[in-house]
């Protein structure tokens, strides 16, 4: 098998990749894209490439000739996308739907990556049936490339995630956040109003995997079957951790003055997905050990290890 994962220096794709790996065990043969990091991984091949370019996307298809794509790449920074709109267009809706084509012409099984943030966030508990209102730049270009890869390839399953993880920068996930001010002793902020439900990145894989050996396609909700508020999500991180949760404090997002919208209630159901799977996704307390044993066993500094510095 031949899986190519897009945005393999991201929170996701890195995590994925690797966590492909694990699960699938040698004799497969996993490629990952990366853009502005150089990566020297064991565990999967590094192509560098800027998927903007014109005639990227199948110089990428011919060159690695997958039977499965994970397309994780995008712009996922929403203040980013918000400053950028044009940009974000590029990326999160005409990069999948484009990439959606090609994998569609050359028989690939597509697993594109969506976000919970397609919802307004008024009601929460979102099925795939719902009606997406998405509220800023990301959101809105997020739903257009779903939009575009079901166009392009209706065999593809698209994947809506919400993740925390470990990641290159350190900084890209908010189980991270908590993790690295809490033990710096500072005061943060912890979101009452703000609901989500949040997957170990690395749990992701193995799901993936199994949605794709099943040979689904659609659209799923993929992530934790248990939600919970940001400011419960830090509390939860504290007390793995054995730090002073103490220093969250509990306040409403409208205090935070931030520049793209935020849906406050970002809770979805995973019932399409525990049904077709015969399972259910993992809760958050699962996601939260895993993440601290990850931790335990050095992962932080092994993923950073990967990259290649100048
Ligand atoms: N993070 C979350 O909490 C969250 C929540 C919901 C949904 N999602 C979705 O999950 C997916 C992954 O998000 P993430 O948080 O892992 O993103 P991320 O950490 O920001 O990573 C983005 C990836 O895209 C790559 N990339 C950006 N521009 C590129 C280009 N022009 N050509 C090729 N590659 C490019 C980046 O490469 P370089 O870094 O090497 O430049 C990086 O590998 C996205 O679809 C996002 O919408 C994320």
């Known amino acids: 098998m031949r899986i190519l994962v897009t945005g393999a220096s991201g929170l996701l794709g890195l995590n994925l990749a690797l966590s492909a790996a694990k699960v699938l065990g040698g004799g497969h043969q996993i490629f990952g894209t990366v853009k502005d990091h150089a990566l020297l991984p064991e565990a999967f091949t590094a192509i560098s490439i800027d998927l903007r370019i014109p005639g990227a996307v199948g110089r990428l298809l011919e060159q690695t000739q997958p039977d499965w794509v994970i397309h994780c790449a995008a712009m996922a920074n929403v203040d980013a996308c918000e400053a950028d709109p044009g940009q974000a267009r590029q990326l999160n809706s005409d990069l999948p739907t484009e990439l959606a084509a090609h994998v569609a012409r050359g028989g690939a099984r597509l697993v594109h990556?969506?976000?919970?943030?397609?919802?307004?966030?008024?009601?929460?508990?979102?099925?795939?049936?719902?009606t997406p209102n998405p509220l800023g730049v990301y959101a809105r270009t997020k739903l257009d490339g779903e939009r575009g890869v079901a166009q392009m390839d209706p065999r593809a399953i698209i994947a809506r995630v919400n993740l925390f993880g470990w990641s290159l920068s350190g900084a890209r996930s908010l189980g991270e956040f908590f993790f690295s001010n809490l033990s710096a002793g500072k005061r943060v902020?912890?979101?009452?109003?703000?609901?989500?439900?949040?997957?170990?990145?690395?749990?992701?894989?193995?799901?993936?995997?199994?949605?794709?050996?099943?040979?689904?396609?659609?659209?799923?909700?993929?992530?934790?079957?248990?939600?919970?508020?940001?400011?419960?999500?830090?509390?939860?991180?504290?007390?793995?951790?054995d730090l002073d949760e103490s220093l969250i404090t509990p306040a409403s997002v409208a205090d935070a003055s931030l520049k793209a919208p935020r849906s406050p209630n970002l809770t979805l159901r995973t019932d399409k997905l525990s049904a077709a799977l015969g399972a259910s996704p993992p809760d958050l307390s699962t996601g939260i050990e895993g993440f601290?044993?990850?931790?335990q066993q050095g992962y932080p500094q092994y993923i950073k290890g990967?990259?290649?510095?100048?």
Do not use: W
Request: aromatic letters at 14%; hydrophobic letters at 40%.
């Open 292 to 295: 601290y044993t990850l931790y």
């Open 189 to 241: 902020l912890g979101f009452t109003d703000v609901y989500f439900c949040p997957l170990l990145a690395n749990d992701i894989a193995p799901i993936l995997i199994q949605m794709l050996e099943k040979r689904l396609s659609g659209l799923y909700h993929v992530v934790s079957r248990e939600c919970t508020s940001k400011y419960e999500f830090g509390v939860h991180i504290a007390r793995r951790f």
């Open 113 to 130: 990556i969506s976000t919970d943030a397609v919802f307004d966030g008024q009601r929460g508990g979102y099925t795939e049936e719902d």
């Open 306 to 310: 990967m990259e290649i510095r100048d």
